[in-house]
């Protein structure tokens, strides 16, 4: 079902503009609150992005590419892309979203969608550049930030879509991870007839909380010079937690299939006499077991953020590793909560302040509303994955959300329409040692398209652009269990199982 707004401009740009309009008549096209910048068609393997970098688009099919930016409100310049192959488009629309503070469109996550056919769109949610800096005595950019700019350009795509196609998607679905993930959450939650199926990757939702939560490493290591873990003892943690926990899933494999029944101490690894490169210091052992617990309220004792996963070490040089914490929570508690582009991370109260950042977001950048009921009754499907070994979004926040989801509407609500998939050995949306390839859009269109749930998804391990390893990924809480034989790098050899 669509939206009102969105069936006017729909009714109205079909109206206007016949079946197959040609390129350059989009520029033509009145989109309300909105002005088209650029309509021009792209031959194959022409395209030439801004940044020079034309690696990732030498294989596009020709595509019609056109600009436009949307003002919903007076301080608003919201820059959106839509991307509509000339040929071959499969009537659907995909949208993609963005990283960080989100400050240029994906134009590579645009070719990936529109090699598959689709339809596509990103935005830049309104602002240009990589950190929080725009906020700053511009409120309306930061709703925008927060949902707006992705819901209209929801709007507008689909109604230019309409326009240069003749007619509206038959399905449209959401594609990000880390703040993509969580736009993607709050698109479910405060728009939910936009999108009839959602990826949510790694997402950052819990966005006030995940910003102390990535402060905290910090904490545990820069603020006293004695606590610092130089990047090259990472594996020497990595590998003590491997040889603590790796075995206990039934197979050694360098992978640990679920972290939570980890039990380690990296106690084990403090110096007996003088440090060396082989053990931690004292303060070392305590920084690590900070990094592993995350922030607390030191007044309640209560959980502000969980802390990273076991199996994660190779990743903390993002948040520990210095010599400056990691920009993106510094830019938010600078320009959004205090407002003083002076303010010092190593100031920061993890009681007053943190109900201080969370009085000032009042649900504006989290996206943690668990009742997702609209969203599913009209048939929305909801396909989140996590990465075991994340370094920046603990994988326990996707958890959490999807056990408050439970909470709040029931198992039957999950099964039909709503499925985690933990990977083990897997990063920030990719990467890592484990397999972190994986087809989530099929999934997602099986789902959506042919009621076919997805009882599992394949992940796969890529070596020099060559697959050498690949692993089923379960529907949280099953986890994946080695049959006893055959190759444990084939996922053939593996079943979901209750843990």
Known sequence: MLAKPLLFATFFAARVFAQSASCEKLASLALPDGTITLAEPVAAGEFKPATGATAPFQNLPAFCRVAATLAPSKDSDIKIEVWLPAAGWNGKFQAVGNGGWSGAVNQVALGTAVRRGYAAAGTDTGHAGSGASFALGHPEKLVDFGYRAVHEMTVKAKAIVAAYYGSGPKFSYWNGCSSGGKQGLKEAQRFPEDYDGIIAGAPANYWTHLMAGDLWPAYATLKDAAS?????????????????????????????????????????????????????????????????EGPRNPRTGQEIFPGLAFGSELGWAALAGGPEPFAIPVEHFKYVVFKDPAWDFKTLNFDGDMALADKIDNGLLNATDPDLKNFFERGGKLLQYHGWSDQLITPFNSIDYY????????????????????APGMAHCTGGEGPNTIDTVSAIEQWVEQAKAPDRVIASHLTNNAVDRTRPLCPYPQVAQYKGTGSADDAANFVCTAP
């Open 228 to 292: 610092y873990i130089p990047p090259a003892k990472y594996p020497l943690i990595h590998q003590a937690v491997l040889e603590a926990c790796d075995a206990l899933d039934g197979l050694k494999d360098g992978l640990i299939e679920d972290p939570r029944r980890c039990k380690f101490d990296p106690k084990i690894l403090l110096c007996k006499s003088e440090a060396t490169a082989a053990c931690l210091t004292g303060p070392q052992v305590e920084a690590v077991r900070k990094i592993y």
């Open 403 to 422: 056990l408050s989801v439970e909470e709040k509407l029931g198992a039957g609500h999950l099964r039909d329409s709503y499925r985690l998939f933990m």
